[in-house]
């Protein structure tokens, strides 16, 4: 059977895989980027039906396209992201073929490189990029209650609140997926819990600028990994509604009802860490220290931006801070159904070479795997901050596809006696 031969194969087309395969075409490095479904494909139907993004239009893209028709302090619709890297594709003529499912990843037996077993075929490949995603496998953790008279979902699978049988709702994780879903919720008019972990919580807008710019000039973004103690916090930000600042004491003031970490299901009941008003106030210190960092910076650099002392103001605590619940009683609560918005794992199942440390996690640097020829990209953190991010994973690639083509270039070196010959 014919296989199809090519420099990099790049497996995924998302935001990652076109990125890079804009960088691969400019140094001329022969390249396909294979996609199981359509391109973007976690854009159309692995987010809920009214998820705008979380940056504003001007900075959630790719430097050489904005999007169309979009006010650029508007977010955009998941379905117009969407749009936006197909049109993307289409735009740069990324070689993409969709449909295309790999299966396998190996080194080749007899010489350099890969041999990639797909649902279409075998390809082989001097070079492979894994750019399948910084969140592949919904997780939902260990203690979810097994109790078949509740509805249980990841947050990947959330659509829109009609989705969910009538009575209350328990969301846990407080990122901005959970804080989103949970605002939705209340909104549709049922009663709401939202279990509340640690977070950071950035005002939207403070001084007339987006978080987003507030992050860019102050170095977050490009910050090259977490801070040791903020290695697994969420952030919790949003751009529903026009955008706003997270706040979850103006949500309870609202009705909604706050909890502490979830810990444990037993017999109906669930039990929650008494770690909500700590988990507030390290939210609230993460957002009062932006507000500061950002005073600083206008001061040393003399902006013309107008003060703003109301977003000082933090609400009261509403009771269900100062009286935290422990214990909740799923069903005197009539609670119908739990939303888990606890975050994904990654799959590298697929890709069968020694590129993985003893955790199963990718070993690598900026991407370039400890395994020569295999690179991840789109990972969170992966070189910093804005990797997973729609704007920030372009510049890794740029990266990845630098080092891609210094790699042919040493490949392709002779010396005397081999340039000797005929
Ligand atoms: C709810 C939510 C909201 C987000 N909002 C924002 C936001 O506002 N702004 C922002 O910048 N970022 C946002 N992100 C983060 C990030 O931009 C997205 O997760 C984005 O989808 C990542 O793009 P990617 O190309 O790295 O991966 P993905 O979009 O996950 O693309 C990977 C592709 O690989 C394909 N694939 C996987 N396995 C295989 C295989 N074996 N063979 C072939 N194809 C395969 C998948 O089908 C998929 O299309 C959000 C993430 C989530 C979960």
Known sequence: MAIDKTD??????????????????????????????????????????????????????????EFAGLDPDAF??????????????????????????????????????FIVETSAGAFQAERVVAATGPFQQPVIPAIAPKDDALL????????????????AVLVVG?????????????????????????HNRPPRAYRQRDFCWWLGVLGEWTASAPKPDAAHVTIAVSGARGGHTVDFRALAHEGLTLLGSAQAFERGMARFAPDLADNLARGDANYLALLAAADAYIQRNRLDLPEEPAARHIPPDPECVTRPILELDLAAAGVASIVWA????????????????????????????????????????????????????????RFIADHIATQRQYA???????????
């Not at 407080?174 to 640690?198: C, F, H, N, P, T």
Request: include cysteine.
């Open 342 to 397: 606890t975050g994904y794992a990654a799959d590298y199942s697929w890709l069968q070479v020694p590129a993985f440390n003893e955790q199963g996690q990718p070993q690598h640097q900026r991407g370039v795997s400890s395994e020569p020829g295999v690179y991840f990209l789109g990972l969170p953190w992966l070189s910093h901050r804005g990797s997973s991010f729609l704007w920030g994973v372009w510049h890794d690639a």
């Open 174 to 198: 407080a990122g901005s997926s959970g804080v989103q879903i949970a605002d939705e919720l209340q909104r549709a008019g049922k009663r709401v819990y939202l279990s509340v972990g640690a």
């Open 152 to 167: 249980q979902i990841h947050s990947a699978h959330y659509r829109a609140p009609e989705q969910l049988p009538e009575g």
């Open 76 to 113: 955009a619709p998941k379905e117009r992201v969407a749009d936006y890297l197909a049109a993307y594709a289409q735009k740069i003529n990324a070689p993409i073929r969709t449909g295309v499912e790999v299966l396998k990843v190996s080194r080749h037996p007899d010489r350099s490189g």
């Open 8 to 65: 990099t194969l790049i497996i995924g087309g998302g935001q990652a895989g076109i990125a890079i395969s804009e960088h691969l075409s400019r140094h001329d490095v022969p390249h396909i980027v294979l996609e199981r479904h359509r391109i973007a494909e976690r854009w159309r139907s692995q987010r809920w039906d009214s998820l705008v993004c979380n940056g504003p239009a001007w900075h959630d893209r790719f430097p050489g396209l």
């Open 412 to 422: 392709a070196y002779r010396d005397a006696g081999q340039r000797a010959q005929p």
